[in-house]
């Protein structure tokens, strides 16, 4: 029994202990939940999972290093067109 992923569209494998289940199921691919229901051996419904707690991908610091080395970049180009 497979399952694709709705995350990152593999597909995984489900031991058959997974015939009659309904609940979380987790991607081993991506690590991504999946929300499936799972009726002898068939899979009737597979759903994104809902994470418990929101991703912190958005709580990075808004500081942005790249910006500072590209402003030095500059003043040095600038130095060296003075001269
Ligand atoms: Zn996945």
Redesign the pocket.
Known sequence: MRVN?L????AFGLDVSYSDYEGMLR?P????LLDARIEDGLIRSVRLGMLASPPTQAAEPSREPTARHASNLSNEAEHRGAA
Not at 7 to 10: A, D, K, L
Not at 29 to 32: A, D, E, L, Q, Y
């Open positions: 992923c995350h990152c569209g593999h991607c691919t991506c690590g991504g």
